[in-house]
């Protein structure tokens, strides 16, 4: 809120919406302060009681409860009407307690058409406007991720040690098909101080995937002993996005195969790389709207905005 003076009123009229200020506490004159606020459908200011402001914001952290919180307002906005109409949740109407026993009417509300509502999905977080007239009640959706997703996201394009690769799909192990097949085929390479790799890891085809082909060597006492093994290149997962939501998403995580000196010795490096999992997380959004959009199918005017 800012405070002007009165005749300065018309020239802030004239500012554009990211500058306009929806409140403006005006000095008449004469000492007296007067609480303004702009119209947008009207494009003007006008005099209310600061007594009868109150704001209203809140937050979400799943897309149920905003939906919920969405609902809601549109029937606390709705005009209230006398009807005998049943409760239903996706109803126009819902039914409120008699005032009185043998009143034989039942007290309604038709829900809000949605007109001048306004709900903005981005990537991140969504944002519902109740009333883009006045745009004084914020309401907000930032969406939680699952865990399985977070612990994916934070070890992709991070070059690990066989060691720490191995920790990773330990937790992803909820996620991760054919998870014991996977991890058995890891467990193949023990580094020890007598592990060194003697060729670079070269990539070709297995028995059911690309997999990697590479040289070791292990030394017992003065003897070294040689071999190949055959280690996988990719794997696949299946997980939730969201958190709390039901759909879970599959993609491919490939595994990137290089190598790096340690002291004396050459050890193998590896690096998770996700190539769609950004069509994955659009697909996840999209699905999230699009449940969204069905679920308030009866509010008409509601407008539904997709920002990504």
């Not at 071999?227 to 939730?240: I, N, W």
């Amino acid at each position: 809120m800012i405070e002007v003076s009165d005749d300065l009123v018309d020239k802030i009229v004239e500012l554009s919406p990211s500058s306009r200020d929806n409140l403006l506490t005006v000095d008449d004159g004469h000492g007296i302060k007067r609480l303004y606020i702009y119209n947008d459908g009207e494009k003007k200011y006008a005099p209310i009681d600061e007594r009868r402001i109150v704001l209203q914001t809140g937050e979400v952290s799943n897309v149920e409860s905003f939906l919920a919180l969405v609902r809601e307002e549109t029937l606390r906005r709705g005009a209230a009407v006398t009807d005998s109409a049943p409760d239903n949740p996706k109803s126009t109407t819902t039914r409120k307690p008699a005032a009185k026993a043998d009143r034989s009417e039942t007290l309604a509300v038709v829900r809000h058409d949605g007109s001048f509502m306004t709900v903005v999905f981005n990537a991140k977080v969504a944002k519902f406007a109740p009333d883009d007239r006045v745009r004084l009640d914020s309401f907000g959706y930032e969406r939680a991720l699952s865990p399985q997703w977070n612990a994916l996201v934070g070890a992709l394009g991070k070059p690990m040690e066989h060691k720490d690769l191995i920790r990773v799909l330990q937790r992803l192990r909820p996620s991760i098909k054919r998870y014991e097949d996977l991890m058995r085929d890891l467990r193949k390479i023990t580094f020890s101080d007598r592990t060194n790799i003697t060729s670079e890891p070269l990539l070709q085809a297995g028995k059911n995937q690309n997999e990697y082909k590479v040289d070791l060597e292990v030394r017992a006492g003065t003897d070294s002993l040689s071999q190949t093994t055959a280690l996988p290149s990719s794997f696949d997962v299946e997980l939730q996005y969201a958190r709390g939501g039901d759909k879970r998403y599959a993609t491919t995580i490939e595994i990137d195969l290089s190598t790096f000196i340690k002291g004396e010795r050459k050890e193998l490096r590896f690096t998770l790389i996700a190539p769609d999992l950004p069509n994955v997380e659009e697909a996840a959004i999209d699905d999230e709207v699009a449940f969204f959009r069905a679920e308030t199918a009866d509010i008409p005017r509601l407008l539904i905005l997709q920002d990504y």
